[in-house]
């Protein structure tokens, strides 16, 4: 529902509120992600700078070592024992010394091939042998492949030793040297660590300075776009209380339109309503005209026999009483049967026409197909004419229950007749039949009159189209029943091959649940 609030009442929505909030937010994530990522970048640097200064230091200690302890010393004493030899120890130590002297080198190892530590800056851990595969860099320098790890403060190192201080404890592989300084083979490995109690100040200020310049940066950005949002803020509250005075208005004048709307709707339904009842007015019209003659005759015989009962009346009252002729007497009940007969004929067809005629407000019930159609259809074959018509009907075997205004479809199937009369000009078939599918009724009227031209099949249902003569049709009957099938819910189809080849009209309505 909130959702819903803020787009129908736009005045709610706090531009400068939400890009405060915003910015404050995105501010502090991409500070706090500078400050994280610059210092480690800046370590990485400061550890790399490290291992290369480590590996100029060894090399060049390497070369130191060679030259100013072991060649002296092989070519005095033959061999190299540093554990035994107390002499040898000193001289070796007093040249590491010398080289580490005023360096930030805290800790030096000298290992053989094996892993024993046959010299350490440290002189208790001389002896130790460090197993292999517990040490993985160590691993590593003895295969040749210098290796370095940082060992944080308050940690122990690969000895097992409290680290201090930061260190950088590198691995470097020791090598004989030729008299040109240049690498004969691997000898053992070197192992130094070095001071790094700067790596943590230098992360430190890193972090620092990342998050001030970033803080700084994104505040004069928030700063500039803040004074552009503003800009916009007001600009937007305008418009939004421009868009609050139209939508107010807008809610007036869709009602007024609405009213409008209905009250047009109303009258369009007043006058479709009329257009129907004009329509089968003029149904009715074209059917008197071939009633007439149907109740002439009746009304004829009715005369006759009223004249016939008046003459024997004379004639009974001329005589004496006592007069007694039975043929006389005998003709009373018969002419008056008669008569009554004949009335009551005249009575059914004039009220026929009259429940045909009535106009009355829609009202939609249910309806069974098959009894409309047939009642129309009685209708309309009280005509002479269409007494002579071959028509043919064909009802369906299964009630056919539609919801729908009866008096209203019977003007449809009216319609839809005395079109076929008027195509067959008397004297050709006309069918109906109706089908009943499985959701829906179809009621198709068929006669083989003159048909329809191709290029008038898609105007028939076309208000005032007609291709009777003039005066013959008012070219609104397929039109209105067209409205009527509509209505329904229905839909009305006219088919035809052409010209001479005769018409079908099919109407489906949709079965009532």
Same mark, same amino acid.
């Given at each position: ?7 129908? %009442? ?40 490290? $291992?290369?200064?480590? %590996? ?49 080198? &805290? ?17 208790? %851990? ?55 300084? #240049? ?93 129907? %009842? ?32 008046? $003459? &024997? ?46 106009? #009355? ?16 259809? #009685?209708?309309?074959? &009280?005509? #002479? ?129």
């Amino acid at each position: 529902m909130p959702k819903f609030q803020k787009i129908l %009442h736009p005045e709610k929505f706090n531009l400068i509120l939400y890009y405060a909030l915003t910015s404050f937010i995105v501010i502090a994530i991409i500070s706090l992600a500078v400050g994280w990522i610059f210092p480690r970048m800046e370590g990485q640097a400061l550890i790399k700078r490290s $291992e290369e200064y480590a %590996h100029y230091f060894i090399s060049h200690l390497n070369y130191k070592i060679y030259k100013d302890f072991l060649l002296p010393a092989l070519r005095r004493d033959k061999q190299i024992d540093l554990e035994n030899n107390h002499r040898q120890f000193k001289k070796l130590d007093t040249v590491v010394r010398e080289n580490i002297y005023g360096l930030k080198i &805290r800790k030096l190892y000298l290992y053989d091939l094996e892993g024993h530590i046959i010299y350490s800056t440290v002189p208790e %851990h001389v002896g130790f042998t460090l197993d292999r595969g517990t040490n993985k860099k160590l691993d590593s320098a003895i295969r040749g492949i210098a290796a370095s790890a940082i060992r944080l403060a308050g940690t122990t190192d690969s000895k097992g030793a409290y680290v201090m201080e930061t260190l950088l404890e590198s691995y470097y592989p020791f090598y004989e040297m030729g008299k040109d300084g #240049s690498k004969k083979g691997q000898v053992g490995v070197l192992e130094i660590y070095q001071d790094m109690s700067r790596f943590e100040k230098q992360m430190t200020k890193a972090r620092e300075k990342a998050i001030i310049m970033t803080g700084t940066s994104m505040g004069i950005l928030f700063l500039v776009l803040f004074l552009v949002v503003l800009k916009a803020a007001r600009i937007i509250n305008i418009r939004t209380r421009q868009l609050i005075d139209a939508r107010n208005t807008l809610e007036q004048k869709v009602e007024e339109r609405t009213l409008e709307i209905r009250g047009a709707y109303e009258k369009l339904q007043h006058t479709q309503r009329k257009l129907i %009842h004009s329509e089968k007015l003029a149904s009715i019209g074209t059917l008197v005209t071939g009633l007439a003659h149907e109740i002439n005759n009746p009304l004829a015989s009715v005369a006759s026999c009223a004249e016939g009962l008046t $003459e &024997r009346l004379k004639t009974i009252v001329g005589h004496k009483e006592g007069y007694n002729n039975k043929e006389e007497w005998e003709a009373f009940p018969e002419y008056l049967k008669i008569i009554c007969d004949e009335t009551y004929r005249c009575k059914a067809i004039i009220s026929d026409l009259l429940n045909f005629s009535r106009q #009355s407000e829609p009202e939609f019930v249910r309806i069974d197909i098959n009894r409309v159609v047939s009642d129309t259809l #009685s209708v309309v074959q &009280r005509q #002479s004419q269409v007494k002579m018509q071959n028509i043919q009907l064909d009802l369906s075997k299964d009630p056919c229950v539609v919801i729908g205004d009866p008096q209203q479809l019977k003007q449809v199937f009216m319609n839809l007749i005395i079109n076929a009369f008027h195509a067959t000009e008397g004297y050709g078939d006309i069918s109906i039949a109706i089908y009943r599918r499985q959701t829906v009724v179809q009621i198709v009227v068929k006669d083989s009159g003159i048909g329809i031209k191709p290029e008038d099949l898609d105007k028939i249902f076309d208000p005032f189209f007609t291709t009777k003569p003039t005066g013959k049709g008012t070219g609104l009957g397929l039109a209105i029943c067209y409205g009527i099938v509509d209505v329904h819910n229905g839909r009305i189809e006219a088919f035809s091959e052409g010209s001479g080849k005769g018409a079908t009209f099919t109407v489906t309505l949709p079965l009532a649940t």
